[in-house]
Nanobody
Framework: VQLEESGGGMVQPGGSVRLSCVAS????????MSWVRQAPGKGPEWVSS????????YYAESVKGRFTISRDNAKNTLYLQMNSLKFEDTALYYC???????????WGQGTQVIVSS
């Protein structure tokens, strides 16, 4: 199983970034997938999840209305569109395979997002 994130970088407050996570080594379409972030000096924080079926989506209150999670099962790819970025969104963003109930069994290496003016 491999998960490889990309798309991070430095962005100004109010800006946008789209993260991608390419999955391999498993049947991507049947798994719930999540984004989790870790800010400097803090513990991991769940950001968003998307289920395997109808693609229902779930968001942390801190990102609701600004971030959009999506997936392309044909491309084995998970996305996170991040808009209206704030300083407090600065973090290392990981995609994770979710066994359900935030039981993550595989993680990517993370991609850094820095919101700075």
């Amino acid at each position: 199983v491999q998960l490889e994130e990309s798309g991070g970088g430095m962005v100004q407050p109010g800006g946008s970034v789209r993260l991608s996570c390419v999955a391999s080594g498993f049947t991507f379409s049947i798994y719930e997938m999540s984004w989790v972030r870790q800010a400097p000096g803090k513990g991991p924080e769940w950001v968003s999840s998307i289920n395997s079926g109808e693609g229902s989506t779930y968001y942390a209150e801190s990102v609701k209305g600004r971030f959009t999670i999506s997936r392309d099962n044909a491309k084995n790819t998970l996305y996170l569109q991040m808009n209206s970025l704030k300083f407090e969104d600065t973090a290392l963003y990981y995609c994770a395979r979710d066994q359900g109930g935030s039981d993550y069994d595989y993680w990517g290496q993370g991609t850094q997002v820095i919101v700075s003016s």
